[in-house]
Structures are given as structure tokens and as C-alpha cells.
């Protein structure tokens, strides 16, 4: 089983559509949690944290499973600009940050 | 300056040739990364530096050989590398606790 897994996509949604990410990971002992968002030949750039009691950022919910050892990424009202790839990273231990092959989405006019 | 720099941005280099990637950053922190991001692959993650100090050595050939002489540098040495080795090597740090990682634009190398 592959320490951090998501879907790879892409995803194709029309602009104010809701979709949603999953990601899975293998460590039950993993500290802490994180979406990054990466757009085409950039670096990637913390999008947010993810909190045990589910948190939200504008048009963004992350949420957190510890039991079934998942993560999620909510995107509502999207828009042209969230065209990117979205990264599920989990901090392992001691900082060992492990990311995701990440998950394509284009939003379309 | 802000942030985390590399140097260069794209490095073109042949088996058998020595060079090195440079990674500086300017926001405090007290640890650095070094990632490997291959086309269709995860981020792979290196070696990782807390207070200049080598924490962990992600079972990577010894052709790559990190130096991390204080807490703002950070070099990856090159060495007789192989054309799989073609890849974007990214320099992250942070500050250890937080779980923030702030990367830097990546050296973009290619081994032929």
C-alpha cells in the first residue's frame, strides 16, 4: 500500500461546480495533515492544514478521518483559477513530510 | 529577497560531470529539504536537515551527496549521475513543529 494515495484525476468541472478529493494514507501514527495546491511548473504552496474536527477556508473544507485514515479537500463555487493539482501531504513523524501524487483539476467556462 | 531561492533554475549536465544545486532561504527556519518530483510521481522526499544537522537519509544513491553548511544553505552535490536522475529537485524548509513546508522554484535537471 502506497503511504500517502489519491486519485490522480483529472477532474473536468464546469466553473461553479463542487467537487470533491480523497486521499488515503498508510501510517496510522501520522501527526498532521495538509493540502497543497501546485500549479503546472510552479512549486507547490500549502493550500491549507487539516484539523481532526474538519475545517474551512471560503470555498474550501477539509476533513479528517483518523479512523478509515482519510483525508478530504472540498472545493465549492469553483472557479477558472482553481485549475491546478492538489497535493495531500502527511506529516509521518519527526517532519517526515510525504505528499501524494497529487490530484489534476481543470475548471472549464 | 524573500523566501526560499535555488539555483539554478535549469541544469543540463552529462554522466560524468560534478556539479551542485544551491538552496538558500530567508525566512528563520530551522529546517531543509530536499525533494525529487518526477513526471506522473509523488514528491519524493531526500534528505532532510534540522539545525544543520542530517535527520534523515530517505535511502538515496550516494551519486547525490547533500551538504547543509548552516541553517540558511543548503547545496545537493552531483556526481556521475544517470539519465534517470532527470528530474525537478525542489529545496523546502520550515520551521520544525509547524508542518508548513515553503519551496523554493525548483532546479530543473536534465542528465544526459
Known amino acids: 500500500r502506497k503511504e500517502v494515495e489519491q486519485d490522480p484525476g483529472p477532474f473536468n468541472v464546469p466553473e461553479g461546480a463542487t467537487v470533491a478529493f480523497n486521499c488515503t494514507y498508510s501510517?496510522?501514527?501520522?501527526?498532521?495533515f495538509f493540502w497543497y495546491r501546485q500549479d503546472c511548473r510552479k512549486e507547490p504552496k500549502l493550500l491549507m492544514s487539516?484539523?481532526?474536527s474538519g475545517n474551512e477556508d471560503g470555498r474550501f473544507t477539509a476533513q479528517l478521518n483518523r479512523a478509515s485514515q482519510y483525508i478530504s479537500l472540498l472545493i465549492r463555487d469553483s472557479k477558472l483559477s482553481d485549475s491546478a493539482t492538489y497535493l495531500c501531504?502527511?506529516?509521518?513523524?519527526?517532519?517526515?513530510?510525504?505528499f501524494g501524487a497529487g490530484t489534476r483539476l481543470t475548471v472549464k467556462p | 529577497e524573500t523566501g526560499v531561492t535555488q539555483t539554478p533554475r535549469h541544469l543540463v549536465m552529462g554522466m560524468t560531470n560534478k556539479k551542485s544545486l544551491k538552496c538558500e532561504q530567508h525566512?528563520?527556519?530551522?529546517?531543509m529539504y530536499w525533494y525529487k518530483q518526477s513526471a506522473k510521481k509523488p514528491l519524493e522526499l531526500m534528505f532532510v536537515?534540522?539545525?544543520?544537522?542530517?535527520?534523515e537519509n530517505n535511502s538515496v544513491p550516494s551519486r547525490f551527496s547533500p551538504e547543509c553548511p548552516n541553517s540558511s544553505h543548503l547545496f545537493l552535490h552531483l556526481h556521475t549521475l544517470q539519465p534517470e536522475d532527470s528530474a525537478l529537485y525542489l529545496c523546502?524548509?520550515?520551521?520544525?513543529?509547524?508542518?508548513?513546508?515553503?519551496f523554493g522554484e525548483g532546479s530543473r535537471l536534465t542528465v544526459l
Open positions: 523546502a524548509s520550515s520551521q520544525r513543529g509547524t508542518g508548513e513546508l515553503f
Open positions: 487539516v484539523y481532526s
Open positions: 525566512l528563520g527556519h530551522n529546517a
Open positions: 501510517n496510522s501514527a501520522s501527526q498532521s
Open positions: 536537515y534540522s539545525l544543520e544537522e542530517r535527520v
Open positions: 501531504v502527511v506529516n509521518m513523524y519527526n517532519n517526515d513530510m510525504r
